[in-house]
């Protein structure tokens, strides 16, 4: 069993930058894959960004390419999301999630995902 804890959410304006953190329990974080997901009101939920464990390969959603950038410290069993250059259109409830499998690899699919954190609230005003 995995825990994760999402913080760093907020209220900011267009334009404006947070960081996400997500704390995972357990002795195996260097081997997972992390990802962050999010879900608007009345959307599903979609990929963000992701990360793979051992080889820290990233893969990003196309509309946030070039604002947000996902990283990982192992020695901290932590993975963050910065997000630069906040729109409107960012705003959801953030979910950080980990891949079990995702050692070397990664994935943009939610079933691939075995934990769930329960998420962060990220809201850009205009």
Known sequence: ??????SGGGLVQA?????LSCVASGRTFSTYAMGW???APG???????AIS????STNYADSVKGRFTISRDNAKNT???QM???????TAVYVCAADRRGRWGLSRIRNEYDYWGQGTQVTVSS
């Not at 334009?15 to 960081?19: A, D, M």
């Open 43 to 49: 959307k599903e939920r979609e990929f963000v960004a």
């Open 15 to 19: 334009g404006g930058s947070l960081r």
């Open 1 to 6: 069993q995995v825990q994760l804890v999402e």
């Open 37 to 39: 997901f999010r879900q």
């Open 84 to 90: 630069n250059s906040l729109k409107p259109e960012d």
């Open 79 to 81: 993975v963050y999301l």
């Open 53 to 56: 464990g051992i080889a820290t």
